[in-house]
C-alpha cells in the first residue's frame, strides 16, 4: 500500500520558514517524483514544486522560485520543502504527491497523494 505522511505545517509570520516533510512507503522511492502542490480558496490545485529522487531534477513555480527549495533524503525515503520567506499568499493547505518517474507539473500526473498539511501565513 503506498502511502504519503505530509508534515511540518503551521503558523507564521510573514517572512518567517516553515519546513515541510513527505515521507513515502510502498513506493520504489529511488525512481519517482514528488511534487509539492497547493489548494487555495481561489486557485486549483497548483504545483509548487516537484524533485526526481533518482537524478535529482527539481522544477519549481516562479511564485516560489528563490524562497523554497526542495530536496530529497533517499535514505530515509523523504522530500523536504523548505519555505523562507513566506507570504500571506503563500496561505493555503500543501500536499504532496509521487509519480513514478520524472517531475510533471500537472497534479493530474500524480496518483498518490498525502493527506495535506495547512500553512497559514499572518501578515
Known amino acids: 500500500e503506498v502511502q504519503l505522511q505530509a508534515s511540518g505545517g503551521g503558523l507564521v509570520q510573514a517572512g518567517g520558514s516553515l519546513r515541510l516533510s513527505c515521507a513515502a512507503s510502498g513506493f520504489t522511492f529511488d525512481d519517482s517524483a514528488i511534487g509539492w502542490f497547493r489548494r487555495t480558496p481561489a486557485w486549483e490545485r497548483e504545483g509548487v514544486s516537484c524533485i526526481s529522487t533518482g537524478d535529482g531534477n527539481t522544477w519549481s513555480a516562479g511564485s516560489v522560485r528563490g524562497r523554497f527549495t526542495i530536496s530529497s533524503d533517499n535514505a530515509k525515503n523523504t522530500v523536504y520543502l523548505q519555505m523562507n520567506n513566506l507570504k500571506p499568499e503563500d496561505t493555503a493547505v500543501y500536499y504532496c504527491?509521487?509519480?513514478?518517474?520524472?517531475?510533471?507539473?500537472?497534479?493530474?500526473?500524480?496518483?498518490?497523494w498525502g493527506q495535506g498539511t495547512l500553512v497559514t501565513v499572518s501578515s
Open positions: 504527491g509521487i509519480r513514478k518517474g520524472g517531475c510533471k507539473i500537472g497534479a493530474g500526473f500524480y496518483g498518490y
